[in-house]
């Protein structure tokens, strides 16, 4: 494993240099020897190895976000002097978080619809946030999340604030919840528990009173 160290190193003797974007009629591979993205005007599904998901044709949104990871990469490897194999990009992440990096599985997974609602910031700091997670764990293995190794690579070869969070609008994707009640008074449950109820495969009892909350 590259110690950080050795990182600063690197970056100090040849991490200037960036490419530029793709042109889009002719987008890059995403991994040695992988076919092409389709051109936008087709919306062929984008090879899995680098795309896995819904069989719904790619959003124009979405096709940016694949070229902005593939750009992300060459920035990488020429900052570092190394190759770096391409994750699998998903765009099933649900709930409040924006985007979400599996090491082990080398997956990115990206909140469809908070990138419809926050693009530009998309492009310029979550991508990027998440790729170093990867980047973070193929260099030294296991850090802290959000640690030194992590925000050097934010800095250093993205230029990006290392941010630990986001602060975007998430009214969208917030969590729906339902009313019930029991002696106590009002309760709220989740949408799931409620349909959990719904179904008869759960009853739910106030942890105070014991008594079984009904809907309001």
């Not at 790619?58 to 194999?85: D, G, H, N, T």
């Not at 978080?97 to 700091?125: I, K, P, W």
């Not at 050097?152 to 986001?166: E, G, R």
């Amino acid at each position: 494993m590259l110690k950080p160290a050795d990182l600063f190193n690197v970056l100090r003797r040849g991490g200037s240099k960036v490419l530029a974007p793709l042109a889009p009629s002719t987008l890059a591979a995403f991994a040695l020897n992988q076919p092409l993205l389709a051109s936008k005007t087709d919306n062929t599904a984008v090879h899995s190895h680098s795309f896995s998901g819904s069989s719904r044709p790619l959003s124009s949104l979405q096709i940016q976000i694949l070229e902005r990871v593939e750009i992300c990469y060459q920035e990488a490897e020429i900052a570092l002097k190394r190759a770096f194999p391409r994750p699998i990009t998903q765009f099933s992440l649900r709930g409040k978080s924006a985007g979400t990096a599996h090491l082990q599985q080398n997956r990115l997974r990206f909140n469809a619809v908070l990138l419809r609602e926050n693009s530009e910031a998309f492009l310029t700091e979550v991508v990027p946030h998440e790729i170093c997670h990867l980047l973070c764990f193929q260099l030294f293995g296991k850090t802290k999340p959000h640690g030194k190794e992590w925000q050097s690579l934010m800095l250093t070869v993205f230029k990006v604030k290392p941010s630990t969070t986001h602060s975007f609008n998430t009214t969208s994707v917030a969590s729906k919840d339902v009313e019930y009640r029991c002696d106590c008074g009002p309760i709220r449950l989740s949408i799931r528990r409620h349909n959990k109820v719904l179904r008869g495969e759960s009853r739910y009892i106030c942890k105070r009173c014991k008594a079984h909350l009904i809907a309001a």
